[in-house]
Each structure stands twice: as C-alpha cells, then as structure tokens.
C-alpha cells in the first residue's frame, strides 16, 4: 500500500498555487504517487462573465500543468474544471477520488502576512476529511523520505 497514492492539488493559479504544483511535485516523485488537478471557478449569480468560456481557458491551463508534470515524470490522473463554492467542490472530488492528501497554496492575498490563509484553505483545514497541505507563497519543498517511510510502504 502506498502512503500518498494519490494527491489532489486545488490551483487558482496565483502565485502560491504554483509554489503548491512544485510541493506536490517532489511529493508524488518521493513516494510514486499520482498527481490530480483542479480548478474550481466560484459561481456568482447574475454574473455577465461567460461561465463556458472561463472553463475552456480553465482546462487549457490544467492541460498545461498536468504537461509539465507528466514531463518532470510525475504520473497524472484527470483534471477538473468546476463550477461552484471551492471548498465544497474540492471535499467532494477528494472523497470521491478518495485522495490521500489535498495540497493547495495558501492563497495570494495572504501572502504579504506571514500568520493569515486565503478563505479556501482555511475552510478546507475546518471542513475536510482528508489531510489539507498548504503551500506558502515562496515555500520551496524541502523533505526527504526516510527509511521509516521506506519500511512502512513494504507492508
């Protein structure tokens, strides 16, 4: 059984999310896991912004992601665009998909204070059933795995 089989990165694009694509990266590289990606576009009632539109460019851009992790030799799974409330979509694709681990950047408009999360992490770390990994906006992703994790993956 494989600790981190599989990885859920939640992207809204920004500067941390990218920094959080990186995290998942080398996390996936170290244990083999598989690496899935989504992008929710939150829904606002009486918007004129075409929603087709938004989800045609949201795809193209995952399409991209999902390249260039398939060339740093990460293994990916399908990528979603959604529509709707983020937190929910990403606890419902979680527990369907049954992932290991969210990993989701911190949010930009936290990234000039040190202590503060983006409204989305934060109600993932209150609401999600699954482990929740935030990425800071610089954060470079430093671990190693160890002998420890190495014994635990042979049983």
């Known amino acids: 059984m494989k600790m981190l089989e599989k990885i859920l990165v939640a992207t809204d694009f920004g500067r941390s999310a990218g920094d959080a694509l ?8 170290a244990f083999g896991s598989k690496v899935i990606l ?9 918007s004129p ?19 260039q992790l398939t ?12 529509v709707g409330s983020p937190f929910d979509q990403i606890i419902q694709l979680s527990e369907l998909l049954d992932v290991n681990v969210i990993v989701l950047g ?24 699954k482990p929740i990994w935030v990425v800071k906006a ?10 420890f994790f190495r014994a635990l993956q042979r049983k």
């Open 22 to 29: 990186k995290t998942a990266e080398a996390l996936a590289s």
């Open 138 to 147: 610089g954060a470079l992703p430093v671990f190693k795995r160890c002998g």
């Open 71 to 82: 060339r740093a030799g990460v293994r990916t799974g399908d990528s979603v665009a959604a």
């Open 106 to 129: 911190s949010g930009d408009g936290a990234d000039a204070d040190m202590c503060r999360l983006g409204f989305t992490p934060e109600r993932l770390l209150r609401k999600a059933s």
């Open 49 to 67: 912004v075409n929603l087709r539109t938004l989800k045609t460019a949201s795809r193209e851009r995952l399409r991209k992601l999902k390249s």
């Open 38 to 46: 989504i992008h929710v576009i939150p829904e606002i009632p009486g």
